[in-house]
């Protein structure tokens, strides 16, 4: 195993992508990147990472900041309360910490929205100290390297898959390396599917090639059927306005801004017309959404409204449509907006 740590450090230190983030190693922006990167492509990451720290350029001015400001910056990313935990972070790093990273695991994952992967990460790759790290792309890289039969949920491979972290750690010259390298692996070489096992630096040692399972490995849970939920949604326009509300406490999108939607039980009649007496009403090109388990298939009506609401709408605001296109949409709203506006 010392060989493979070696082996995949010294790969790492001669492949390594170019990403921002391994720009520097002060740990606010490391932290901004590894928040940004949970559930989020690298490519899709890069461009919404420069404008954050554009805008917040330090802890404690992401920390001041008003929060739809925040948000708005975060808008298109999806998973919202990363955005909302980071100010939170940011916060208790002020307050506790006069704005300082703490550089043991116990006090660093007191800070808000700060878990054991993350913990690990702005340990490890800022400060190069010997914490482990497990995403999906070690997940994934050990699984095959092991050989390991067992689905990674069960909280038996999960502890494994710690404690081999923490051992890997260990023997590393460099964390920070062997942490990146890990992660490196899993993202460009010991792919999801169609791994390119003939640039692996461990390949040597990988059970997983010996016996010919890459394919079959990582074994995971089946995942659950989606749920379909059939929405109408209205973008209202009067003069140069349009109306939008604002999701509440405990809503999906909380503290976003939205169109008003209309729920439908089943598929039928979710695409037809509506049917508003005297106002002008054009159909835009249809969305579809994914939030938890849920897949959202949204009609979107644009309805030049004169008078009052012809449905039913939950308290709003009008906002100029520049305005609009700057507010801390959610990420259907854009998508909807986008579709309104072409």
Known sequence: MLNA???????????????PWRESQNPYPIWISEVMLQQTQ?????????????????????????LPDVLAL???????????NLQKGAQYLMAHHEGNFPRTRE????????????????LSIAFDLPEAIVDG??????????????EIESPAIQKLFWTE?????????????????????????????????????????????????????????PRKKPVDLWW???????????FLKQNGAGEWWEGLWDFPSVPSLTKEGWGQEPSFPNLPSRRL???????????????????????????????????????????????LARKILAAYLC
């Open 5 to 19: 740590v070696q082996s995949l450090s010294q790969w790492y230190r001669r492949k390594a992508r170019p990403l």
């Open 42 to 66: 690298v490519a899709a990451v890069i461009p919404y990472f420069h404008r954050f720290l554009e805008r917040f350029p330090t802890l404690k001015t992401l920390a001041i900041a008003p």
């Open 74 to 84: 975060w808008s298109g990313l999806g998973y919202y309360s990363r955005a909302r």
């Open 107 to 122: 006090e660093i994952e007191r800070v808000p929205g700060i878990g054991p992967y993350t913990a690990g990460a702005i």
């Open 137 to 150: 792309n070690v997940q994934r890289v050990f699984a095959r390297y092991y050989g390991i039969q067992e």
């Open 165 to 221: 972290a923490k051992f890997w750690v260990a023997k590393a010259k460099s964390p920070r390396d062997l942490n990146q390298a890990l992660m490196e692996l899993g993202a460009t070489v010991c792919t999801k599917s169609m791994p390119k096992c003939d640039l692996c630096p461990i390949q040597n040692s990988c059970t997983a090639l010996a016996k010919g399972w890459q394919a079959d490995l990582p074994r995971k849970r």
């Open 232 to 242: 109408k949604t209205y973008v209202f326009e009067k003069g140069n306005a349009l």
């Open 285 to 331: 090109a249809a969305q579809e959404h994914t939030v938890t388990h849920h897949r959202i298939h949204v009609a979107p009506f644009h309805i030049d409204l004169k008078g009052k609401f012809p449905i039913k709408v939950e308290q709003g605001e009008w906002f100029l449509k520049e305005k609009a296109e700057s507010l801390p949409l959610s990420s």
